[in-house]
DNA sequence: TAATTAAATAATGTCGACATTATATAAAAT
DNA sequence: ATTTTATATAATGTCGACATTATTTAATTA
């Protein structure tokens, strides 16, 4: 699909998906059609086709002749999603460890390099301290040449970020948990480099699980 | 969602995805939307509903300005969704032997028993040898917990249906084939019921692997 | 006053119309 | 004859209108 010149539809649908992941509308809350169209200047149609999409994505649940709305969120769906989510990524480094060459190795490195700086710096911007970890562990994937699994890798973490989202906006990072952290993703790193398959996935199935018990007690 | 009165747009995307995967419209075939609304007789929206949420399903795809098709296939697809089909089945399996209990023995044992009478009759109907294999596999990973994997593993089990749909046209069944197959499930059963959640797993991933060369050869 | 019913208001889902863009056809040019 | 340009035709994507269904408000009853 070209990107370059979307139509409405698809203009709506990323936008309305973002305002959604960062929680600009909140779990449950109802998604009139009236109230989308002011609020992004369009007719109808776009609106309803984004909102079909999102359907099928889990992100927007409708009723006939009720309406749309934000899907719920539920202490038992952000434990499912979390865990599905580690389950994935762990096969999805187990793909990785299995195919990668130099490149993929050189890249880990790299992004490595770059989280572990600015880890250690004094002022974190946290904006900025996630791309550099989501970029380590896109690096630590990225030989895995399944597109499927890479596309279920999106889209659970996609839904896992709006829980994530929902914790943040109430919470400061806390420095002992980032190092704590950012020694795992050390020792992740070495493992990957090793090529301990077995190892790895253990290590990177606890590494996602880590926040869920803190997100769960700061659930709205 | 309420099923019973369901609205149009969803009773299209029902059909849709129904003609897609069956084989009633072809992979890359143009899906017009004039052709549609006089095929289901039904106006511009539900056609455009219906098609917004199969985009997400990866069953069609669309350019700008230029309309929407069925979505491509390859064998490079075909491979990278039984692949991840096998590894998800795997995931699903496993974590049912971890948690199943009394009653999910006993689903396993009685769908078994179905399908195992059913591969040793006179004259067999492959769709309700089909029904029979399907529930077997169901009731395998019916233990396991997680509604998101259960989701995904629908998902890529209906991608490959249409896979499977293309080939089985100009196919007839081989009886060996279908012993040799048969004696898996048994193998499969046996494993699982013995907790031996490492063997079970091999074995289900090869044995989901298995059509993919034949499909291979005989794709159109 | 609380519960029930009726009327009024508002929202949904579907439709056909229309402007814009792409494609097919015909005319002109090399 | 083939390529290029202009014209005609057809399809897409968006819009507002409207019938149908849900929700709210008011009126009636117990």
Redesign the pocket.
Known sequence: MDTS???????ILDTLTNDIIQGEFLPGE??????L?DRY?????????A?SQLIAKDLVV???????YVSNISIDDLTDIYQARSKIEGLCLDMAIKKGDDFWESKIIAASHLLAKYSKSENIDMSEWQNRHFSFHEALVSGCDSPRLFQIRQSLYEKSTRYRNLWLQENVTNYEALQANQNEHVALMVLVLERDSISAQKLIEEHIMTPVEMIKKNLP
Chains 1, 2 share one sequence.
């Open positions: 010149k979307q139509n409405t539809a698809s203009q109802k998604l009139q059609i009236k109230t169209k200047k369009v007719g109808t149609s776009p609106i309803r086709e909102l409708s009723e006939n002749q009720k309406g749309f």
